[in-house]
Nanobody
Framework: QVQLVESGGGLVQPGGSLRLSCAAS????????LRWFRQTIGKQREFVAS???????DYGPSVKGRFTITRDNAKNTMYLQMNSLKPEDTAVYYC????????WGLGTQVTVSS
């Protein structure tokens, strides 16, 4: 059974930092491209960041320079370091793994508010 489990969300003040984790099981983790998306109520899911099996990264324009995506294949875990957080970063953050098949986590809430 494949599982992607996000953690690390929470409430943070503007300008603060959070690190999200996505722990995977049931897949050959190192072969998968990994992505973070986010979504707020009433809006489409937004691409945040991606990392390929060989650790080539890409970022959405609204987070470039503030967020960093990494992966640890030994731990079957992906991370999203989020710095200089803004209220508009508030969303549910989802991890995604894609190769021949695609899997999603259930999401973790990030709230940026004073």
């Amino acid at each position: 059974q494949v599982q992607l489990v996000e953690s690390g969300g929470g409430l943070v003040q503007p300008g603060g930092s959070l690190r999200l984790s996505c722990a995977a099981s049931g897949i050959t983790f190192s072969l998968y491209g990994l992505r973070w998306f986010r979504q707020t109520i009433g809006k489409q899911r937004e691409f945040v960041a991606s990392i390929t099996p060989v650790s080539i990264t890409d970022y959405g324009p609204s987070v470039k320079g503030r967020f960093t995506i990494t992966r640890d294949n030994a731990k079957n875990t992906m991370y999203l370091q989020m710095n200089s957080l803004k209220p508009e970063d508030t969303a549910v953050y989802y991890c995604n793994a894609v190769a021949m098949t695609e899997y999603w986590g259930l999401g973790t809430q990030v709230t940026v508010s004073s």
